[in-house]
């Protein structure tokens, strides 16, 4: 019997762009420039300058698995480092410009890059991080056209843009499997040492048709996303692929991610979908309520990151006339692992939506064993799925355990419908008097007090207790509420011994690169450890 | 260097309905029954009697790679059969029962499935096939608990009921690669001698992902799809793969799809998305025109399987209320190749939609040479993607030509914002006085008139001409027209050697067994070949 057949058909992420630039061809990747104009380009024309890319990065000797660090904005450049570097099987390592040189360095000296592709506005501090990794050779700038000034010899740094005026355009990407690593992405770093998390062309091709789902993102060819998170973390969730794959118009921020920059562009370029963390839209609201003006284009907003305040969610969505969908990820997860549907009548900002196909969820207790029942209890929240981390890059052992889950470090509940309830992460814990305080549920209840515009409750150590919480804030602007008024907030509603023994206001908390509350920072400086 | 990793994810179909038992436990699977009322059972509970038929299969001897045969209407228990088998790594054959003994005992014969599994009220045909194929030896009748009559010794005959009550229910299910085979299916043989299509897991896993796309199926958790494609015939557009995986509602008709019917099921489960040939959606127009009624819940219509009419498909969306998205595919395509976008306002009946990412269309010369224009010529349709034919069931050869491309043996073009028009069979093609007429473009304009049920123009033999076309008609119920009026509208339409020699009145028109109108039929009866 001779069995019959499917064609053979890698998943690999060079297909992307191949489609949209054979089907819509003219469909625009928009970016925002500092002079206030915007750059476009049509998918055709940025596949033409993806190829050459890839060639210019093969004649300087970038083959299969090698890995290729940028550092740089949302903006087309970018956008076509990724498939220049992805569609040649080499590996892309995106690097966080608002870390520090001695953090980026030793990233880079892991990966083992030798060429470091850069925003011209990035230049020094690309330079400073190439000074200090032996193995960079070479530094290529994009969004400059003129050469800069050589940087005295090593690592030689150049204009990336003259190299493509020569360079071939013929096809010659998707030669590897589709199991070969695209991706290099550090973990933000705010709860630990970074970790290197390894995508691969797979993963992230079955990533992407999640966004593209009904439940999930509903990314449609009619659509203009607006992608406010960074390129340089975690794939930006995957919409320059999912923007690509479903033909929609994609619209690049640059570095600019303020309120006013933000709402300027979403009505210049129309856009239809935001996606981004909360704080960046409470600046585009915060933005609207001083200066007026409205978002009309704008239908959805995507927030991740971080569980976002009720009183947040709900300011969003009047003010901007929107439909807030919540969601989870995380880096070790490509990133999205649950979200909300775009019309559910029964969202809450408090529910992260629910996994769609190819995301597993499992709550398990402090051991790592399931828990016998699995709704509306909280447990730690363990994941499996087709882009979930395995191991960590340069890791021998996995990051699973035996059975195969990822604990992801996070607290969770799971309701009768299935929503995933976030109820903290499992480090943040507080341990006063041998109890567990949760700082999520505290940071709930001030979040949504609504002069408060950002709160987090850290532990301070404590002679007697061990730890004692402590609340810091950060107050909406030119508001302020007093320490009996903010902590009667919790009275009834928390333990009393939950009460936090301080407050601390701050202007601004300060935020991790990956624009979280450095949660870390926050407890050097004031938990006493 | 020591790369990091993904997690293993094999894209196997058992994920989907463990995804829907433990997300949507209680979603339900709704079968229509003779009786009038219809059967329910949540996704969880459809789970555990699969499993229980896994073990039956398993007991019986079957293996990875077998193949098992079903011949069964769109129900609960065809549900079952199909994740109890493919679940197991087995092949499910499917099997229509419009076909003739013969014809299916051929079909069998080639798969060499040794165990048939049929609706008790197909157990008659089902014992007909049986006792021409020697291999099988046992056909068990799901839909009955009775265990009927034995036939006779050879083969048995039993209901698969009673032989769940103590079969386990422990998870064997996804033992084996992505690639391996899941499904075969015959092509409907409209135009030629059956051929058979091996579908994969990872195959109809990756289709069944095009399907929850927002521009494709756009299925979503709150959505109740009425699958009015038999799951006999491509994987019954892989409807209850891509329910499962959305946790959406399934309804199944059962064997009965005429308008009354359909109607009732659709209030009565309030269904969202209605899925089947033009045909069956004429047949519930035509019941509320005489008889009344709406239909509130129901928002899309899919259509597929050929073009529609326009005037066809105006009347389906201002009779029911919906949007009708056409669409366009074959069993080889597994079978959905192209779809009109939900809410597309340019959408035409001419159009049968856009390609999806992972799937790819070419317009070719005769040769097969790829034209060097692809938009707006017309050109022989070939096709190459993840769900696409490579080979052929028991055929050395490949289905595909030297590039990779499948020819689809349609005739289409490709419009200027990429909407695929098929524009005819290249098999359909008359030619007269050396000259090519395309039947579909007279067919069109026939269709259209308000009159008219069902249009088809075939070649008949000529001793002058070699072909001349003639036109079969059948006209809506109570109305006629002259053949004068039917032959002046296509007066300046077509050039006037187009217009049909003769127009043939029948009522009904001979469909195929999938539905279509049976040309090779028409020209055995009329077309004196």
Redesign the interface.
Known sequence: ?????????A?TLD??LD?AA???PDVEVVTARDTGRSDRIGYAGLRTRSLKISHVLSGLGVAT?DRVATLAWNSQSHVEAWYGIMGLGAVCLTLNPRLTEAQLAAMVIQS?ARILIASADLAPLAQRVASRVSAIGRVLLVDVTDAPAKAGGKPAVEALEPLLADAPTDAIWGRFAETA?SG?CFTSGTTGAPK?????H??SY?HT?RL????VM?????DTILAAVPMFHANAWGLPFAAA???ARLVLPGRHLDGASLATLINTEAVTIAVGIGTVWLGVVEHLETHGGETPSLERIVVGGAPLAPALMERIERRLGVIVQTSWGMTEL?PLGTCA?P?DPGRSAQMSG??A??V?LQLADAAGQALPEQRGVEGHLHV?????????????EPA?NAD?W?NTGDLARIDAD?NLIITGRAKDLIKSGGEWINPAEIEAVISAHPSVSLAAVIGRLDPKWGERPILVVQFCAGQSVSDDDLLSALRGRVAPWWIPDAIIRLDPIPLAPTGKIDKMRLRVDYGGC
Chains 1, 2 share one sequence.
């Open positions: 019997m001779i069995d019959g057949k499917i064609q053979p058909y998943l297909k992307f489609h054979k089907w819509s698995g083992e690593a290099l290197g998390v390894t995508y691969t797979r993963s079955l048709l593209l789902q009904a439940d509903r990314i449609s060819s009619t794959a479903a033909g490509s549907p019309a629910r996994p196909i190819g597993d499996r799925g087709s882009a979930v981390i395995d191991r960590y890059f340069g890791d021998p699973t195969g990822f299935g």
